[in-house]
């Protein structure tokens, strides 16, 4: 058992040593304090780069690029892979209420491949420059009107950069007869925003529609709650997702990124502020009452201050039993001059006043128990009582806390239909970003379901697999970070090793009994010899009475096959009994032949 514990303990050492070296290995990676070129020659930075060469993992296998084809009926469809920006309109327009630097929108846009694409061949819309505003739309083939059939917006969107502040949100222009697409703007109509926004660390799913008020025939934003999930890694994984949003005509909704719902709900219930206003509304007209009592409590009226109750007695006094502790230096000050400060040769006391050495600690008071003017500790003063105050008791005047009656609102309807909202005849990106090279890819609107599945599949589904087949596996991944941190190997192998030793060594070992040769070729004690020689006299009498049994059965059954004349059975009895005769007659021949046996002669 000691040789047992003391393998753990080494293996259990290795596993300790192994986590300090990876410890130390992240602190001079951190610290960065070694300059491994310094050290190293021509000679061996010529065969780490070659060595580097042979031991890096083979290319990736690549998945060919088709543009997708929609599968059905659409309203708009985009994938940029004609390589051209045709059928997209810039913006020329001017931002109000800023200044005309920035005003603008004179950001720029181009059509490219992905920075680290794995799909040659496959390009999208890229916003290429940062800090600038960026407004660019297009036509939809033709207009979608609110009716009896769903809206499904779908795209993908790429932060190569990451993302600091900005949105990658498209717009649903609306139609109506002043929409000018060369003049597109911030304040240009639009009837839904959807898509990521992040500024700092808040990170949004925008699902943003324009409700027009049936009374006022004012136009209003309505906001969907925020979503539940986590949406951090969608901008920050650089990788490329999906965002879809799918809306149907029983006010119904559904926002997916990567083709999983993380947002879902109704138009009646979901936004904020709701569609629907209040049927019952506060009177603005309606005031307190002089009279009103809100207080459920007040200082008792009858209640008198003691006379022994001392309002300026102090919270803190001085503690009298205190003693000034031995070797206190009351004539040492805490703080002294720096005996080695210097002057600063530009100083100059006309203008900087007179020269003072700065301040120090007293390296006299270093061994004592303080220096300068002892003072006697504060102690709470235990006859403060503070400025006294009448007890609080129940209110019976109490009225409750007032609130101004309700009145029907003026301002009421009830569009049970929100769905049915302003025709769209375009799509648009009007943004700002603080980070470049967001990549915008596979635009789709329709009203079929399966369509944009399709569309997905054709275009985020094959980038993808793409991604899926570039990754190396988890061994290749083990093996890469060992490469780096050799450390690693010594984890794996305890991980592996430790388990499956533990398992032999635990439950297919047991305990060896010693051969009585070893007994007699150490001094160790034996076994008691009497206490073994009864258990083989015992266990010989028992033998011997089983063999007695099982011939007194033999000679039985012999006996009953007699009697029934089996002829059979009485050839093999008497061949046996031969047999028993044969043998007894060699045995007394052999004994007789024995020299101990034999008769002496008679000379």
């Not at 991604?467 to 794996?492: H, I, T």
């Not at 305990?511 to 001094?523: F, G, H, I, L, M």
Request: charged residues 35%; negative net charge.
């Amino acid at each position: 058992m000691e040789l047992k514990w003391l393998l753990c303990v080494t293996l259990l050492a290795l596993g300790i040593l192994a986590v300090q070296a990876h410890d130390m290995d992240e602190d001079n990676d951190a610290d960065d304090v070694v300059d491994i070129e310094d050290d190293l020659d021509d000679g061996i930075e010529e065969v780490e780069e070659s060595k580097s060469e042979t031991s890096s993992p083979p290319p990736a296998p690549k998945v060919a690029y088709k543009a997708p084809v929609p599968t059905g009926a659409v309203y708009f469809a985009e994938s940029f892979d004609k390589g051209t920006l045709d059928g997209w309109i810039l913006s020329r327009a001017k931002k109000d209420d800023t200044d005309d630097e920035i005003a603008k929108y004179d950001g720029k846009w181009e059509v490219q491949e992905m920075k680290e694409t794995k799909l040659p061949g496959d390009k999208g819309l890229v916003m290429v420059t940062r800090a600038k505003h960026h407004a660019i739309s297009s036509k939809l083939h033709k207009p979608f009107v609110f009716d009896t059939k769903p809206l499904i917006i779908q795209y993908e969107v790429n932060f190569q950069n990451g993302i600091e502040c900005g949105g990658a949100y498209v717009k649903l222009l609306s139609k109506t007869p002043e929409l000018n697409l060369d003049q597109f703007h911030d304040k240009t109509p639009y009837t839904i925003m959807f898509g990521p926004d992040k500024c700092g660390e808040d990170y949004k799913l925008h699902f943003i529609f324009r409700h027009k008020n049936p009374k006022t025939g004012k136009y209003e934003e309505k906001h969907a709650k925020r979503p539940d999930a986590d949406l951090k890694t969608y901008f920050t994984d650089k990788k490329t997702h999906l965002y879809t949003l799918v809306l149907n005509p029983d006010n119904s909704f559904e926002i997916l990124v990567d083709q999983t719902v993380v947002n879902s709900g109704n138009l009646l219930n979901d936004m904020s502020p709701p569609v629907n206003p209040p049927r019952e509304i506060e009177d603005p007209n309606d005031q307190k009452p002089e009279d009103w009592d809100e207080r459920p409590k007040i200082p008792d009226p009858d209640a008198v201050k003691p006379d022994d109750w001392d309002e300026d007695a102090p919270a803190k006094i001085a503690d009298e039993n205190a003693v000034k502790p031995e070797g206190w230096l009351d004539d040492e000050p805490e703080y002294v001059a720096d005996p080695d400060a210097e002057k600063p040769e530009d100083w100059d006391e006309d203008m900087d006043g007179e020269w003072e050495a700065p301040q120090i600690a007293n390296p006299k008071c270093e061994t004592a128990p303080g220096c300068g003017t002892w003072q006697r500790p504060m102690i709470d003063n235990p006859n403060y009582k503070g400025k006294w105050k009448p007890p609080m008791i129940d209110n019976v005047n109490y009225q409750g806390i007032w609130k101004p009656r309700k009145i029907p609102n003026p301002d009421f309807f009830e569009d049970l239909e929100p769905f049915k909202m302003t025709p769209v005849s375009a799509v648009g990106l009007e943004l700002w970003s603080m980070t470049s090279d967001i990549f915008f890819d596979n635009f789709i609107i329709c009203s079929d379901r399966a369509v944009a599945d399709d569309w997905a599949s054709d275009g985020w589904g094959l980038k993808k697999a793409a991604d899926g087949a570039a990754e190396p596996g988890v061994v290749g991944q083990m093996m890469a970070a060992a490469e780096e941190r050799p450390w690693l190997w010594v984890v794996y192998i305890l991980t592996v090793a430790l388990p499956v030793f533990l398992v032999i060594l635990f439950c297919c070992s047991g305990k060896k009994q010693p051969s009585p040769a070893e007994y007699k070729k150490t001094d160790a004690p034996q076994p008691d010899v009497v206490d073994d020689e009864k258990e083989e006299e015992k266990d010989k009498g028992e033998k011997e009475e089983e063999e007695e049994d099982a011939n007194e059965e033999k000679s039985e059954k012999q006996k009953n096959d007699a009697d029934l004349g089996s002829a059979s059975q009485e050839e093999e009895e008497e061949e046996e009994e031969e047999e028993d005769r044969k043998h007894a007659s060699e045995e007394e021949e052999t004994v007789n032949r024995s020299p101990r046996n034999r008769k002496p002669r008679k000379d």
